[in-house]
Nanobody
Framework: VQLQASGGGLVQAGGSLRLSCAAS????????MGWFRQAPGKEREFVAA????????YYADSVKGRFTISRDNAKNTVYLQMNSLKPEDTAVYYC??????????????WGQGTQVTVSS
């Protein structure tokens, strides 16, 4: 599966952005999806994940209550709605896909990343 992330940009603290990740192929619903981010000088970190049908989600503690992951299997797209953004949310955001769903599992497929910059 090929992934294309979009929707990043520059926003002021407290603002919102919605990231999208479009997947190629006809088996999108067979993949669990995740969002990760990497800030300058830091390791990539998990942000959120969603199960194949969208019935289960989980989040990193740092974004819980502010970010929402969702998916539309008819459109082969996963979203990350980001509200109440903070400067520490500044990072390149990546979407990823994997057959398995669970915390801490490795993802097999990665998108190219989209930059999110939050100004104070």
């Amino acid at each position: 599966v090929q992934l294309q992330a979009s929707g990043g940009g520059l926003v002021q603290a407290g603002g919102s952005l919605r990231l999208s990740c479009a997947a190629s192929g006809r088996t999108f619903s067979s993949y669990a999806m995740g969002w990760f981010r990497q800030a300058p000088g830091k390791e990539r970190e998990f942000v959120a994940a969603i199960s194949w049908s969208g019935g289960s989600t989980y989040y990193a503690d740092s974004v819980k209550g502010r970010f929402t992951i969702s998916r539309d299997n008819a459109k082969n797209t996963v979203y990350l709605q980001m509200n109440s953004l903070k400067p520490e949310d500044t990072a390149v955001y990546y979407c990823a896909a994997n057959i398995d769903y669970g915390l801490g599992i490795p993802y097999d497929y990665w998108g190219q990343g989209t930059q999110v910059t939050v100004s104070s």
